[in-house]
């Protein structure tokens, strides 16, 4: 598509419940990345996907955390056993390649981001 | 890890005005990028600029990467260039996990 599409763009769960958000890159993107933003602060670094592989996933905070990418396009990130401190904004962005190629330009697309509350 | 640190923390404008943005970082980058944030919450990417200096409309970036340093400058500001301003780095082989500095909260007023 014409850019991140994140979805839903707002979601509200009880404490204890799974849940899933899902990010579709920009098309032909080989790279896809997971930040989470709390309120006032800048975006902290998840997970990196090339391809179908996660190829850094030191961001997860814990092992309630997980994220797919199976065709290497969309994406899922999963969180079980939600907890209030687990309530943000999750962004994804995609770009086209890793910016250590000399290339022009690696600029992030960041999506509009899924708003998380857990109550 | 690497620590970045954004000037000023908040600003106020008239519309019309000029204005510098600062980004320090604490070791060498490979990967620097601006976004601005607008109030509804969308990251917008404004640079790749790990080294160098590169001109977009009213806006330019300049990275001198060996005294770990970007500005931002923006020219002749407008009420839609409110928001809040990030610059992002990222080093080495895992240059492409960003570390953001906390914002500049800029406001343009008409």
């Known amino acids: 598509g014409a850019g991140v599409s994140q979805t839903p763009s707002n979601k509200v769960t009880e404490k204890g419940k799974y849940v899933e958000l899902r990010c579709d890159p920009i098309?032909?993107?080989?790279?896809l990345y997971w930040y989470r933003q709390s309120l006032g602060q800048g975006p902290e670094f998840l997970i990196y996907f090339q391809g179908t592989g996660a190829a850094d996933d030191s961001g997860l905070p814990n092992d309630r955390f997980f994220a797919v990418r199976p065709e290497g396009s969309v994406s899922t990130l999963k969180i079980q056993r939600t907890e209030r401190g687990d309530s943000a904004v999750y962004l994804c962005a995609s770009s086209p390649q890793r910016p250590d190629r000399p290339r022009a330009n690696y600029g992030y697309t960041f999506g509009s981001g899924t708003r998380l509350t857990v109550v | 890890g690497i620590q970045v640190e954004q000037s000023p923390p908040d600003l106020i404008l008239q519309e019309g005005a000029n204005s510098t943005l600062r980004c320090n970082f604490s070791d060498s980058v490979n990967n620097l990028q601006w976004f601005h944030q607008n109030p509804w919450g969308q990251l917008i990417n404004l640079f790749y600029i790990p080294s160098g200096t590169k001109q977009n409309g009213r806006l330019s970036a300049t990275t001198v990467a060996t005294e770990r340093y970007s500005l931002l400058y923006i020219s002749s500001s407008q009420t839609t260039d409110s928001g809040v301003y990030f610059c992002?780095?990222?080093?080495?082989?895992?240059?492409?996990?960003?570390?953001f500095g906390k914002g500049t909260l800029l406001t343009v007023n008409p």
């Open positions: 992002a780095v990222g080093s080495g082989g895992s240059n492409y996990k960003l570390t």
């Open positions: 098309s032909g993107h080989t790279a």
